[in-house]
C-alpha cells in the first residue's frame, strides 16, 4: 500500500532540482502541499506547473538559505498560505570546491558551512516553536554518506553533514515531549548534474586532467554505477519517513545508499583482490 500524505504541509529546500525535486514530486503526489525553496525561478516555477497539472499543490518560494531571513520567510509563507507546518525537509546543499584539507580557502569552507549547516539550523530553530504549539511536526535533514565515511577531499563537506546529523539528533532529543521527530537522512550517490560534475572531477584528479568518461553503456555495469540512485524513488523513500507510519521512528540516522555504508565497495575491492591471487 502507498502511504499518504494528505493534508500535510510540506517544505523543502533546494527543491528545484536533483533529490529536493524527486521529493517534491513524490510528497505531492501523496496528497501532501508542498512549499519549495530554490534560487532559481525558473526551474520552480517549471515545477509547480508540472505538479499542478498532474493535480498536486506545490508553491515554488524564492530564497537562498545562507539568508536567515530567507529561511524564516519560507517557514512563515508556508504557516500563511496553509495555516500549519507539518514536515520540514533540509536538502539544500553545496558541496564544491572537492579539495584537500590544506588547499581549502575561508570562503569555501564559509560557504559550504552556510548551506549544509547554517541554513538547516535557521530553518529549525524557526519551525520549532510552530510544531511544538502543534505537538506534531517531522523534521528530516539531508546528510550525506561522507559524513561518516571520510573521502579525500570532501572533509569540509563530511564536516557539516555530520554537524548536520549532530544537530538533528538534539532536535529529536528536545523535542520527543511535543510529539516532533527529526532524522537524518545519510544519503549515497544520486543522478544529478551535482553528482555528475561530482564524478567527472574525480575521474580528472585520479587519471589527470585529460581524462573523459567512457561513452554510456561503456562500463555503465560497474560497482559505481550500480550504486548510482534515481531521485524520484529517493524521494518515494523520504515519503515514506514523513508519513505517520514512521512515527516511532526518531532521532536516527538512516542511510538511503544502496548499500554503500554496509560495505558494498569493500566487498567489491576484496572480491577483486582475492581474484587476482587466484591461479589462472
Known amino acids: ?31 501532501a502541499k508542498v512549499l519549495g525553496v530554490a534560487r532559481r525561478e525558473g526551474p520552480g516555477l517549471e515545477l509547480e506547473r508540472q505538479i499542478a497539472a498532474e493535480g498536486g499543490s506545490f508553491t515554488y518560494v524564492a530564497g537562498d538559505v545562507t539568508s536567515r531571513a530567507d529561511c524564516e520567510r519560507a517557514v ?23 579539495k584537500r584539507l590544506e588547499a581549502f580557502e575561508d570562503e569555501d569552507w564559509r560557504a559550504i558551512m552556510a548551506v549544509d549547516l547554517e541554513g538547516a539550523f535557521y530553518t529549525i530553530r524557526h519551525a520549532l516553536p510552530i510544531m511544538q504549539k502543534q505537538r506534531d511536526g517531522v523534521i528530516i535533514n539531508i546528510a550525506s554518506i561522507v559524513g561518516s565515511h571520510a573521502v579525500e577531499r570532501y572533509g569540509v563537506y563530511g564536516a557539516a553533514k555530520a554537524a548536520t546529523s549532530q544537530l538533528t539528533r538534539a532536535v529529536a532529543v528536545e523535542n520527543l515531549q511535543y510529539g516532533i521527530r527529526a532524522n537524518t537522512i545519510e544519503m549515497g550517490a544520486v543522478a544529478t548534474d551535482h553528482v555528475q560534475d561530482v564524478f567527472l572531477d574525480m575521474g580528472k584528479y585520479i587519471r589527470g586532467q585529460d581524462w573523459e568518461p ?62 587476482q591471487l587466484l591461479p589462472s
Open 76 to 98: 512563515d509563507t508556508a504557516v500563511e498560505q496553509h495555516g500549519r507546518l507539518d514536515i520540514l525537509i533540509n536538502n539544500a546543499g553545496h558541496g564544491l570546491p572537492l
Open 214 to 275: 567512457a561513452p554510456a553503456g561503456g562500463n555503465g555495469d560497474g560497482i559505481m554505477a550500480q550504486g548510482v540512485m534515481d531521485p524520484e524513488s529517493v524521494g518515494r523513500a523520504v515519503a515514506v519517513l514523513c508519513s505517520d507510519d514512521a512515527r516511532e521512528i526518531t532521532g536516527a540516522s538512516i542511510s538511503i545508499d544502496r548499500c554503500f555504508g554496509a560495505g558494498i565497495l569493500t566487498s567489491s575491492l576484496l572480491y577483486m583482490g582475492a581474484a
Open 1 to 31: 500500500m502507498t502511504v499518504r500524505l494528505d493534508g500535510k504541509v510540506a517544505l523543502i529546500t533546494g527543491a528545484s532540482a536533483g533529490i529536493g525535486r524527486g521529493i517534491a514530486l513524490a510528497m505531492a503526489a501523496r496528497g
